[in-house]
Every structure is written in structure tokens, then in C-alpha cells.
């Protein structure tokens, strides 16, 4: 079995993998645009990736692909609905570059307030100029907004209470319990919030309910002045619109994602953020520490190896959880050749379709159990021939949560 590492990660995800038993090939060099072929020439089993986009023509062109891990939290560089359709699963590593992200977060609102990098770049160019940035505000009872509430968010909340600052969060998942477990208050209403902070870190993933959720009407309900902080995805802020509101002078902002980043270690970058006055900027590095790459490379291995010992990776992403499911039959039956074929294939034959099925071997080899659990209620006669059938002991019929 092959695992084909698409991307950079830790040496110690790339031997634990070997030392699963895996046939490892490591291009961590490997685009986008040369995944098909990496594909189709290692045809693996197992892909890692960290930011190399899965597109759907690399998914096909795995002949014996089975899974997929993201070697992060977010899984929007890879194209879930093909997996799906051809049952390959997608997994993650959510929680582990956590700290890595907070720790950016925090440095770009401290370089927000007290203008490092302005500062830096004119002492390089010779201009000692402390009248003009001796002016900064301080972040010292201040009041910070979360927008979501996952581990880097709470992370976040955690080392700006550190700084002495007051921390409301927005998430529509946030309960006051929660809340007060961490030390900051629910924020009922997400405009409502904004116009109550002197700062904005932003920690929700990017899809359909996400995408521009900060526009420049929702961005303009920031009092002016105010730090936006946005580590998460591009695409969650409307770059143009963000833009537009720090050259006007009402938003200053720490940007670590970008909308159309490149996907390459190294690419020319272009922005409507890009040479803006106001703006600090790093290329996507929020979860680069030695840190959370070593805890995420341990994560791939644990992810992979339950796949392995269970057929079933952690952490996965692309499977229903809500099944329509309505119906299990549980068959204890000899443990012989082409009996539990023969089960299935009267399920089959009464156009039953399996949702789930699980089969227990007892000690001795002798019998086991069969739980399947399908859509509809099966009729009385196949329960009456399956029951009949010398090589079956029982067959039990329950409607699910009844």
C-alpha cells in the first residue's frame, strides 16, 4: 500500500508513515496542476496534502485512492463532492496548528497598534521617527471580537486576556456555559457586536454562508479606527471592499489570508491589499511552526492508522452523519462460507439498500452476528425466508429509536 505525501510536512508524520507499513513517496513539491499525474504514476492509496489543491481530476486519477488527509483543519482545497461520489474519504487535522494561528493573530494585533512593521521598515531606510510612532493606543482594556469560537478562536481569547483586554465572541454554536468557561461574553448578535469592539479576529472556515460574510457594509458597522485581524480563509473578507475602508483611513488590518492566494510556496502575489497603507501582511503562515507542524504530522499518522486497523479514518469529513436509516435486522448465523453473502443478496433481491452493516465473529469460529441497518422496514415474507434458512439462528427485526 502506497501513501503519496503531495506537500511539506513533518519528519515525523513521513516516518510514521513508513513505519505503518506504507510505501511512502514524498514530492512535496507537487502543484495542483501535477497532482493528476502524480497520481496516476504512484497510484496511491493514501494522499497527503497541505495546501496542493485535490481537484476532481486528481481523485480520479487514483485508481486505488481510498483516502485523503488534509494535513490542517480546513478542507476547502479539496474537492469533497468527487471524493464522495467515488468513496474516498476526506480527513483532517483540526486543533493542532491552533496556538501556531493564535500566537500570529496576536502578533499581528500588537504590529496593528503599535506599527512594527512601518516603523522597522523606515529605521532600515535610515528615518529614526519616534514622533511618529510613539503614537500607539494599546491594547490593554481593550475590547476584542471573535468571530467563531473553535480551538483558535479560544486560543486567541485566552492570550488577549493575557493582555488585559475584554473579549466578546460571535458564533451561532456559543452558549453562555461555554462562554463563561472561557473567561469572555456571548455576543447575542454578530452586527451588533462589531460596533462594540476596538478589535476583530476572525476564526470561521470559508463556505457557502461564509464567503464575504465581512462585505463593506458589515465592515463599515467597525468603528472607525479599529484593528480587523483575519487569519482563517480567504474569501470569508471581500478583499476589495477591505481595501477600499483601510485606504479611507476607517480600518487598519492584519492579514495572514488572502482571496486568490497562490497555492505555491513561492509565486508572485497580487491583492487589492497589496501596497495599501494600513495593511500588515504575511503569505499564509499562521499554522507554520515547528510546533503544529510536528503535532500535525503525528495526527496524519493517527488518522491513517485508524484507517488501517478499522477501514474507517478519524477525523472524517465526508460522512453522512444524519444517515436515513430507518430499520436494523440483526441475523445470528453460522460463521460459514456464503452465508452472510446470502443475506445480503435477499436484501439486494427485495431492493433493500445497506446503509451500515457490522459482523461480530464470537469465540470459536463457530457463529456470528450480523447488524445491518437499512432504509425501510424489509417485508415479513424475506424475515420469514431468511429465518428459515438452516445457517441462520434468529433474525431480529427493530425499527431505529423505537
Not at 76 to 91: E, M, Q, Y
Amino acid at each position: 500500500m502506497r501513501a503519496l505525501i503531495a506537500d511539506k510536512i513533518a519528519p515525523v508524520g513521513r516516518q510514521g508513515l513508513a513505519d505503518l507499513g506504507l510505501d511512502v513517496v514524498f514530492a512535496p513539491d507537487t502543484t495542483a496542476e501535477a497532482l493528476p499525474q502524480a497520481m496516476a504514476e504512484h497510484d496511491p492509496t493514501v494522499v497527503v496534502v497541505r495546501s496542493t489543491k485535490v481537484t476532481e481530476a486528481s481523485i480520479a486519477a487514483g485508481r486505488q485512492l481510498a483516502l485523503v488527509v488534509r494535513a490542517g483543519a480546513g478542507v476547502n482545497t479539496i474537492d469533497l463532492a468527487a471524493a464522495s461520489r467515488r468513496g474516498v474519504f476526506v480527513a483532517n487535522c483540526p486543533g493542532k496548528n491552533a496556538v501556531a494561528v493564535a500566537e500570529l493573530a496576536i502578533g499581528l494585533l500588537l504590529a496593528l497598534d503599535r506599527r512594527i512593521v512601518d516603523a522597522n521598515a523606515d529605521l532600515h531606510a535610515g528615518t529614526w521617527n519616534k514622533k511618529k510612532y510613539g503614537t500607539g493606543r494599546g491594547l490593554f482594556g481593550r475590547t476584542l471580537g471573535l468571530v467563531g469560537f473553535g480551538a483558535i478562536a479560544r486560543a486567541v481569547a485566552a492570550r488577549a486576556a493575557g493582555l488585559g483586554m475584554r473579549v466578546l465572541a460571535y458564533s451561532r454554536t456559543l452558549d453562555d456555559e461555554t462562554a463563561r468557561a472561557h473567561g469572555v461574553e456571548r455576543a447575542p448578535d454578530l452586527d451588533a457586536m462589531l460596533e462594540r469592539v476596538d478589535a476583530l479576529s476572525i476564526h470561521v472556515p470559508l463556505n457557502d454562508m461564509t464567503r464575504h460574510l465581512f462585505d463593506e457594509t458589515r465592515l463599515r458597522r467597525l468603528p472607525k479606527g479599529a484593528y480587523l485581524v483575519h487569519t482563517a480563509r480567504g474569501g470569508v473578507v471581500d478583499d476589495a471592499a477591505l481595501a477600499k475602508l483601510v485606504a479611507e483611513g476607517h480600518l487598519r488590518a492584519g492579514l495572514d489570508v488572502f482571496e486568490g492566494e497562490p497555492g505555491a510556496g513561492t509565486a508572485p502575489f497580487d491583492s487589492p491589499l497589496r501596497g495599501v497603507a494600513g495593511v500588515v501582511g504575511t503569505p499564509h503562515i499562521g499554522a507554520s511552526t515547528a510546533q503544529a507542524e510536528h503535532a500535525t504530522g503525528e495526527e496524519v499518522i493517527r488518522v491513517v492508522r485508524r484507517y488501517l486497523e478499522t477501514g474507517t479514518p478519524a477525523n472524517a469529513v465526508n460522512v453522512m452523519r444524519d444517515r436515513p436509516a430507518r430499520w436494523t435486522v440483526v441475523v445470528r448465523h453460522r460463521d460459514r462460507v456464503g452465508v452472510l453473502a446470502g443475506v445480503l443478496g435477499a436484501l439486494r433481491e427485495a431492493a433493500l439498500n445497506v446503509q451500515e452493516m457490522q459482523n461480530v465473529v464470537f469465540a470459536g469460529d463457530e457463529a456470528a452476528c450480523a447488524t445491518i441497518t437499512l432504509e425501510r422496514e424489509p417485508p415479513a415474507d424475506l424475515v420469514a425466508r431468511l429465518s428459515a434458512s438452516p445457517e441462520v439462528f434468529a433474525v431480529d427485526v427493530r425499527a431505529i429509536g423505537g
